[in-house]
């Protein structure tokens, strides 16, 4: 039996063909391929363009929310397969770092220090994974840790985690790279972390700016956030991130800066459930 997260619990994420389609507003994912009838959560596309990397709940993983890999064959996402470090329990949030180093993710597997926690896995020269490395103390805690998102330079790690002290149940924060590792982290201020859930979001280039998933009242949006965490966020103009939809999961593509993936539920065009949907990436004003 597959094992349905809750919205708050999965956040929400998308993605379809990169480089085949003229954009507009935006434009769906991987048609039948990434997005299908099934829910597709966040994905995130190797520096190189020639993969991508994005969670769903379909049929033929090994149990609960997989990873899955398509590769770019003839200007077309081809060949899903599900990833070999797949468990029983879920795995979801993939990012790959700009340097095409790591691939990064979060599970709820049992070997974790409590709920969710931030995994990641070397990335070898062939293309092939390493084994599974659990993020350090200094990230991972007994409270739930998810979506995983390293600024452009690798220099900072963004995350969500919720538990004691939070402005609300999620929040935003940071951590300082430390050789492999990273260093203890801190929270964001508020308002950037409000009463509502920050759950996660991606880095708009290396001087600050980011765009976020914003949880409330079972409803989920993205939102833009200037190099001055002190100034409001503004909800990102699309048509379908508004206050009753549900988008979010917004990373942007390594291969392709100028463009990026959410998740969402758009009229048209739509596949299933959740899809990914690619539009371009936000500029946001007010930053070096």
Request: glycine fraction near 12%; charged fraction near 20%; charge should be negative.
């Amino acid at each position: 039996m597959r094992t349905p997260l809750s919205l708050l619990a999965l956040g929400v994420s998308l993605l379809s063909a990169p480089h085949a389609m003229a954009l507009s507003e935006f434009g769906i994912e991987g048609m039948g391929v990434v997005s299908t009838k099934a829910n597709e959560a966040q994905a995130t596309i190797a520096p190189d363009g020639q993969r991508i990397v994005w969670a769903s709940d379909r049929g033929g993983g090994a149990g609960g929310w997989d990873l899955w890999q398509a590769v770019l064959r003839d200007g077309r996402w081809q060949d899903p397969t599900p990833l070999a470090l797949n468990s029983a329990s879920d795995e979801v949030d993939p990012f790959f770092s700009h340097d095409g180093a790591w691939l990064y993710f979060a599970s709820n597997r049992p070997s974790g220090r409590g709920g969710f926690d931030l995994y990641g896995l070397m990335i070898r020269q062939d293309g092939s994974f390493g084994p599974v490395l659990a993020m350090p103390v200094t990230v991972n805690t007994a409270a739930d840790e998810r979506r995983p998102a390293v600024r452009p330079d690798g220099e900072v790690l963004l995350f969500a985690r919720n538990g004691k002290g939070s402005q609300g149940g999620f929040d935003l924060y940071v951590a300082t790279a430390q050789g492999r590792g990273f260093n203890s982290a801190t929270p964001l201020p508020a308002p950037l972390n409000s009463a509502a859930d920050e759950l996660g979001g991606d880095w708009l280039g290396n001087d600050g700016a980011l765009a976020i998933t914003r949880v409330a009242d079972g409803q989920s949006r993205v939102w833009l956030v200037g190099c001055d965490y002190a100034k409001p966020a503004e909800p990102l103009v699309l048509s379908f991130n508004t206050a009753e939809g549900q988008t979010g999961a917004p990373v942007v593509d390594a291969s392709k800066p100028s463009e990026m993936v959410v998740a969402g539920q758009a009229r048209s065009p739509k596949a299933g459930g959740l899809d990914l949907y690619r539009l371009r990436t936000p500029a946001v004003a007010g930053c070096r």
